[in-house]
């Protein structure tokens, strides 16, 4: 398969790299460097993205900004870079991918634990999870020849001890890693992929 990994040289996208490259043809999209540079945050990129690789069998999203902010604190521009980048940043790369994608193909999004699971300071990320795993729901009953889901990461234990987080909760991003090749070679559309049932 010929995928496009957006957010390739992040914390789970080289851990999806690494999962996916042995049997597949993976293109690496960054916002600065790899095989393509995009920023999901600007439609034309996009679309200057998916002209320079041309068709896909896949397109994988590992990236998506939201900042972690009490809810007294936050502000317009943390709710704008939630809405524009981590939903619709990735929900574009559906919209205008979909035309690039060879038939039966799929999209793999990136949501999180904290939709179903917030904590105290989560709330535009849980509110761009939330919304991005209806999404995906709802738009699967009408997407036709292809499959779409998400995957809903909890903490990445290599991000926890970037973050100097004691990392026994959280999961590598090797094993994280496993439910998007999960996503990626399955059968199934309109999930969300809990990735402790990967592991
Ligand atoms: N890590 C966790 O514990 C965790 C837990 C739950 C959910 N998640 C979600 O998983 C996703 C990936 O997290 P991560 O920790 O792996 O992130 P990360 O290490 O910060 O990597 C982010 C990736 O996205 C790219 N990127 C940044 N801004 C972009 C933009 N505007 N357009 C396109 N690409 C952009 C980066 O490219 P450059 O390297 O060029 O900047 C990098 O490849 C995010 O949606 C995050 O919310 C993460």
Do not use: C, W
């Not at 634990?113 to 917030?118: A, G, M």
């Amino acid at each position: 398969m010929k995928i496009l990994l957006i957010g390739a040289s992040g914390t789970i996208g080289k851990a999806v790299t690494t999962a996916l490259a042995n049997q597949h043809d993976v293109i690496a999209a960054n916002y600065s460097g790899g095989d393509v540079s995009v920023d999901i945050g600007n439609q034309a990129s996009i679309k200057a993205m998916f002209e320079q690789v041309g068709n896909v069998d896949a397109i994988v999203s590992t990236a998506g900004l939201a900042n972690f902010s009490a809810l007294a604190e936050l502000t317009d521009a943390d709710y704008d870079l939630a809405l524009n980048n981590k939903l619709m940043g990735q929900i574009n790369l559906m919209r205008l991918g979909k035309n690039y994608l060879n038939d039966n193909g799929s999209v793999t999004l990136t949501s999180g634990v904290l939709s179903q699971e917030p904590m105290q300071g989560s709330s535009v990320i849980s509110m761009a999870n939330g919304a991005l795993e209806s999404f995906i729901k709802a738009a699967n009953l009408e997407l036709e020849n292809m499959r779409i889901n998400a995957v809903a990461p909890i903490f990445v234990k290599e991000t926890m001890a970037m973050m100097g987080m004691d990392t026994q909760d959280g999961l590598s991003a090797k094993d994280t890693a496993k439910a998007y090749v999960a996503a990626v070679t399955g059968t199934m559309s309109g999930t969300t992929l809990a990735v402790t049932d990967y592991v």
